[in-house]
């Protein structure tokens, strides 16, 4: 699907969607005496639901808290191996991470794939801890919404499912990472589990909160990769610059290169790709997390060296391809007696748009209106960015994402849910994996 698809589907599903955020109040005219069931199951337990979620944020799992992560981990064990999964701790040493949970309910029905996340971006020393409740409505805590409220809504969907008689036919795979927010590397181990318990899925969700709009529901997500450019020049003093066997020095190069970048690359629709980080001198030392860099140079000398990191965006993996080599051309082109050369480091892949992704959205959506919560659209590809649920494309035939918890300020120390919407969230989820299971017809493209 091209992108300019990707913005017609876009405002045209927004189209009826009201402008606040406030959802009407669910209706069961439109549901079936099973679904039916298995609302009333979500709202038997949803003191219990609110009680697992501040008991898991009041739990530290920054990503580097290896041992907090693995503790958030049991805790959501426990409920799958209670409603009848087998549950197996995947360790992630090898890719310098806690490691990853994951869990089976074999059945009859179609393969479905839950994806979520242990981890949170606040490690065991930030002073944001703690379960803080602010109102009837509202509660603020680290992960709350990112995405701690989205792996309970899958735990509550299964568990209404269950007591209702309806999971003893699904077949349900689930996987928790635990390294969402600062994945391990290299990638091809700490996401291999993932790509691996999507094999014969039919279909994908992922729990996260995406746009934190119970409206939305993301289809499409843009990959993030890393780029590095160094160029090269001859040292000399500066008043020899542009000389013609001494030519320009690595700074100018740099410039160019990135000068070249915007004028030939900017305003691709979906497309972004920003510098980050630039140091240049005489000698420049690069730190291994790309994060920092030590520089020594003077005003008359000709910079020897420079080096540039990077972030793009792409929507899919075509455009990734053909940024990348209109990237290299660019860089090849040297001024006079310079060198430059770029690296793309192991990314994030695009969630790309498919008519199997858009299918799924409006299933969802369809439920959503059953239920009396209103309509639900495609979120805009330009605020949905990488998550786990990516991993997972080109083997999954039907993916959605960003129909976890919803709420303001995710990785700020003001992340807040409206916890309204956890058990509206969990009974689009359960009534959706329900309809995937008991109408084959619902997976057809």
């Known amino acids: 699907?091209?992108?300019?698809?990707?913005?017609?589907?876009?405002?045209?599903?927004?189209?009826?969607?009201?402008a606040g955020v406030t959802l009407p109040i669910a209706s069961s005219a439109q549901l079936a005496p099973g679904e039916q069931q298995v609302i009333a199951a979500v709202d038997a337990n949803r003191d219990a639901?609110?009680?697992l979620l501040e008991r898991v944020v009041n739990i530290n799992s920054g990503s580097g808290n290896h041992d907090g992560v693995r503790a958030v981990g049991a805790i959501f064990g426990a409920q799958l191996d209670a409603l009848g999964f087998t549950t197996q701790w995947l360790d992630g040493a090898a890719w310098g991470r806690a490691g990853h949970l994951v869990a089976e309910h074999p059945g009859p029905g179609?393969?479905?794939?839950?994806?979520?996340?242990?981890?949170?971006?606040?490690?065991?020393?930030?002073?944001?801890q703690r379960f803080e409740r602010?109102?009837?409505s509202t509660a603020r805590g680290p992960g709350i919404i990112d995405m701690k409220g989205g792996d309970v809504i899958l735990i509550e969907a299964l568990r209404a499912l269950q007591a209702t008689g309806r999971l003893e036919s699904m077949h349900v795979v689930v996987v928790l990472t635990g390294d969402e927010e600062d994945s391990g590397r290299p990638l091809s181990r700490s996401k291999g589990a993932l790509r691996e318990a999507a094999r014969g899925a039919a279909a994908a969700i992922g729990l996260e909160n995406g746009a934190g709009d119970p409206r939305t529901a993301v289809t499409v997500r843009r990959g993030a990769t890393t780029w590095i450019l160094r160029t090269g020049g001859t040292a000399g003093h500066a008043s020899q610059v542009f000389r013609a066997d001494?030519?320009?020095?690595?700074?100018y190069e740099a410039a160019r290169i990135l000068a070249t970048f915007y004028d030939e690359l900017a305003g691709e629709e979906f497309l972004a790709f920003s510098p980050g980080l630039i140091a240049g001198g005489s000698e420049v030392d690069l730190s291994a997390a790309l994060t920092e860099a030590s520089v020594a140079g003077k005003t008359n000398v000709i910079a020897r060296e420079v080096v540039v990191t990077g972030d793009m965006r792409t929507i899919s993996p075509e455009q990734l391809e053909r940024t990348q080599r209109r990237m290299r051309d660019i860089v090849a082109r040297h001024l006079p007696h310079t060198t430059a050369t770029i690296e793309f480091a192991d990314g994030y892949p695009p969630l790309a748009p498919s008519r199997g992704n858009e299918r799924l959205r409006e299933l969802y959506h369809r439920v959503s209106v059953d239920l009396g919560t209103g309509p639900v659209a495609s979120v805009d590809p330009s605020r949905a960015g990488a998550a786990d649920v990516a991993f997972v494309a080109g083997i999954v035939p039907m993916i959605i994402d960003g129909i976890g918890l919803s709420g303001t300020d995710?990785?700020?120390?003001?992340?807040?849910?409206?916890?309204?919407?956890?058990?509206v969230q969990t009974k689009r989820l359960a009534l959706l994996l329900l309809r995937l299971t008991t109408m084959p017809e619902s997976l057809a493209p």
């Open 410 to 423: 995710d990785h700020s120390a003001s992340e807040t849910a409206d916890l309204r919407m956890l058990p």
């Open 110 to 128: 179609p393969k479905l794939l839950l994806i979520g996340h242990l981890d949170t971006v606040f490690e065991a020393d930030s002073p944001f």
């Open 49 to 51: 639901a609110l009680a």
């Open 134 to 136: 602010l109102n009837d």
């Open 246 to 251: 001494i030519g320009t020095g690595a700074v």
């Open 1 to 18: 699907m091209r992108a300019a698809s990707i913005t017609r589907i876009f405002r045209a599903t927004l189209l009826g969607v009201a």
